[in-house]
């Protein structure tokens, strides 16, 4: 193994994928393959370390691949996740998203949890900020509280699984019948609402279903920015004749 020198080869099969990297993102791998096939070169080489896990260049790596073409690459014992965040963060900024799959694929169980729970209830298309503050606590009026999810320190609240399923079930009914066309900031807002008057322990949700209408949640997003706010004016409909 050469340290720190300009390597090429064809042997794809030598390098590993670290756990704790992004998901390679076909769409990008395509991008690359694209550049090259109009004349354009991928001048920077592949980093790895020691163990041959990419460290930077997955994406190239498998353009190579699909292009049939050597890879080039350097060696870097030592380098190592600080690393792989430090030189994405410069390339890429890092989407929640991001962060979950990557701790979640290095093990952690409650990032694991979370992104299961994301893709059960119909992929990302849920607000990350949202979900995150049902699943650390779903019991808690505080909508104010979020744990850091791209510091690794996120927690479940794994004792009340059950009122979060709740919670994010009742929030996609809302948005099925009432706003459907709602954006990311807007369908958070409505689950921190809801989240919010379930804690109360006769609050009926089907029946403030049965009340609101598109025209009154519209009226209510609209009005208000804070979930506090907009909780209220959900009781007011749920409370009406």
Request: aromatic share 10%; charged share 25%.
């Amino acid at each position: 193994m050469k340290i720190n020198q300009l390597c090429k080869t064809f042997n794809y099969s030598q390098f590993k994928f670290a756990d704790y990297n992004r998901s390679v993102d076909p769409q990008h791998v395509q991008q690359l393959v694209n550049e090259v096939k109009a004349g354009h070169q991928l001048v920077s080489p592949i980093i790895v370390n020691e163990k041959m896990e990419i460290i930077d260049g997955q994406h190239r790596l498998e353009a190579f691949k699909q292009l049939k073409k050597p890879v080039e690459y350097i060696v870097r014992p030592g380098t190592a996740k600080p690393d792989v965040v430090s030189i994405n963060n410069s390339q890429r900024k890092w989407d929640k998203i991001t962060w979950i799959e990557s701790y979640a694929n290095a093990g952690n169980k409650d990032y694991r949890f979370f992104l299961n729970f994301l893709q059960n209830h119909k992929g990302y298309k849920w607000p990350v900020l949202g979900v995150e503050n049902i699943l650390h606590n779903p019991l808690s009026t505080d909508i104010n509280h979020h744990s850091h999810i791209d510091d690794g320190k996120f927690k479940v609240d794994y004792d009340h699984i059950d009122q979060a399923e709740r919670i994010i079930n009742d929030s996609a009914a809302l948005k099925e019948k009432c706003g459907k066309k709602s954006s990311q900031s807007v369908i958070r807002i409505s689950i921190e609402a809801l989240k919010i008057i379930e804690t109360h322990d006769n609050f009926n949700f089907p029946e403030l279903l049965s009340k609101m209408t598109p025209t009154k949640y519209e009226q209510i997003i609209s009005s208000s920015r804070k979930p506090s706010e907009v909780a209220l004016k959900f009781l007011d409909v749920y409370n009406s004749k």
